[in-house]
């Protein structure tokens, strides 16, 4: 069933096996959501924005978005290749950074494409490239000394991580052999990986953008393109840089105090709710500095494009936005006879090179009350937003938007050891009958025929036979030392009768256990999208599509 527009206590899990799809709520109810959630919007009139209406904003800033969108999608495909953007549509949204992705993310980019053509909209897929780029390698699987292992490979150069938005190719050549890297390491488990195909594209696109972000985003929206995908793409930096959003920024801003009150108190419930004693998650509390209040934006500069946290300082004139070192600029009031000198100030900052972006939690803030009529999650995403829905309705007085989660579980089509955690637990157990059980062990071996020296077999069916007889005698309290003590000699001599049997159990558990754990590591579903087959994978996510609308 559909969501009341709360989901707190839904706890959403990634599907366990292969083959397997997430999806909520259901397919038959999205359109509903959809419907529901453009029904609740159109009747936002109460909040304003640096004095301009709520509805006003919201127009503005989606008819910039597709616009930005669709030049910017232009740039990597060809216009038959887009969704129509003419008329007035619904706006159905997802997003990631602008990395190799595996299989269960990019889900999403299917389905955004096939709600927007079931219920006429435009799908948008956001490129979250003010995260900072752990995606600099993939995981392959390897072969060192005979034994498969998990080899990080690198698509890049990167001495630390960086936004995405400020990470360009430093060594082409290393860049353009990524291909063949994973080649070279993979070479005994992958079987035509798709990356060679894609590979191409991507270094194609170096003739048009050194941005690395930009270019594996280049090629994996090129290939959707040849599937049959109808989706704009866009960067949020370029998001960033609008009207919209910069008032939308300069209302959280303004309204710091507040706003951290009410984030960290929802943040405090929502960890004593589900039990959390991290103060670290799902993301920090929000901290005052003397007069400095933190608010959910990430600041950098061109010059030194490490993520710092950003704080303001309201004073008389105006507001301080800074990062408490050598980064700070200046913000007029927010009147609205002020709107012109206030974007003016961002744009200035931005031209000398100072970053101001969003969180996590403003991020979907905005794409959820803004810029679409409904957000497509990940598991990931999902859980956090669960406290962005108390933030929302706290904090603007507004019922948070619906939003879908979506996500699917593909592993890589590897040949692995036929080892379960049943074997390991039977290996286990083994090694502890034989020494705290012998009799029990013995009696295992003897069934299976693993003991040939006749004479060892009667002298160990005697042993056991006398331990049974032992242990169903009846005996006074008085007696039971000695009782004791004479069960304690024949389990001496059973176990003695076992030992010679331990070295080899050892040995076998410790191989079921690294056979174990390394099958646990190749059946990872996180492997990039790009190392799976292309004729599997591609029927694999189509055939999801088709369990969705």
Known sequence: MCDDGNIQNQ???????????????????????????????ESWHAVTVSGRGWQELIEEARQELVHLARD?????????????????????L???????????????????SSLAESHNAIAI???????????????????????????????????????????????QQHFTSFADRVDKAGSEWLDQPLLHDLWKDIVQGLEETQNVGQLLSRGRYRLEAELGLKTLELPLSEVCRSDPFRLFSAM????AKQFQEIHNSSLAQYRETHRIRSRS?????????????????????????KRR????????????????????FSLPGLPARHEKDLLAAFERAEQEGIRVRPRALVTTMYSRLVLGDTFVHGVGGARYDQLTDVIIERFFGLPAPHYIVASATLLLPLSLPPVSDQHVDQARQQLRDSEFSPDVF????????????????????????????????????????????????????????????????????????????????????????????????????LEFVGKAP
């Open 72 to 92: 910017y999608s232009r740039r990597w495909r060809s216009d038959d290749s887009l969704p129509a953007t003419e008329g007035n549509r619904a706006i159905v």
């Open 281 to 305: 998650h799902p993301f920090p509390d929000l901290v005052q500095e003397e007069s400095w209040w933190e608010i959910p934006f990430w600041l950098w500069t061109a010059g030194n494009p």
């Open 442 to 541: 013995l009696s295992a071996l003897l069934e299976d025929n693993q003991v040939s020296d006749e004479t060892q077999i009667g002298l160990i069916r005697s042993l056991i036979e006398s331990k049974q007889q032992h242990v169903r005698q009846q005996i006074s309290p008085a007696d039971r030392p000695a009782w004791h003590q004479q069960l304690q000699a024949i389990n001496q001599q059973l176990a003695s009768h076992a030992d010679p049997f331990r070295d080899s159990l050892r040995e076998q558990l410790s191989e079921l256990q690294r056979q174990y754990a390394q099958k646990a590591a190749l059946s990872s579903r996180e492997f990039s999208f790009c190392l799976f087959p292309a004729e599997t994978l591609f029927s694999q996510l």
């Open 11 to 41: 706890d959403f899990r990634v599907p366990p096996q292969h083959g397997q799809l997430l999806l909520h709520p259901a397919a038959d109810q999205l359109g509903a959501l959809i419907q529901d959630n453009i029904v609740a919007r």
């Open 252 to 255: 959280l801003i303004e309204q």
């Open 125 to 171: 897929n956001l490129l979250i490239d003010n995260d900072t780029s752990d995606g600099s390698s993939i995981k392959v699987p390897a072969l060192a000394d005979q034994s498969p292992q998990l080899l990080s490979v690198p698509i890049e150069h990167l001495d630390q991580a960086l936004p995405y938005e400020e990470w360009y190719v430093q060594d």
């Open 309 to 328: 946290r950003a704080f303001a300082r309201v004073e008389k004139d105006g507001i301080i936005i800074g990062d408490r070192a050598s980064t700070q």
């Open 94 to 112: 997802s997003g990631h950074q602008p990395n190799l992705v595996h299989p269960g993310v990019w889900f999403k980019n299917f389905l955004i």
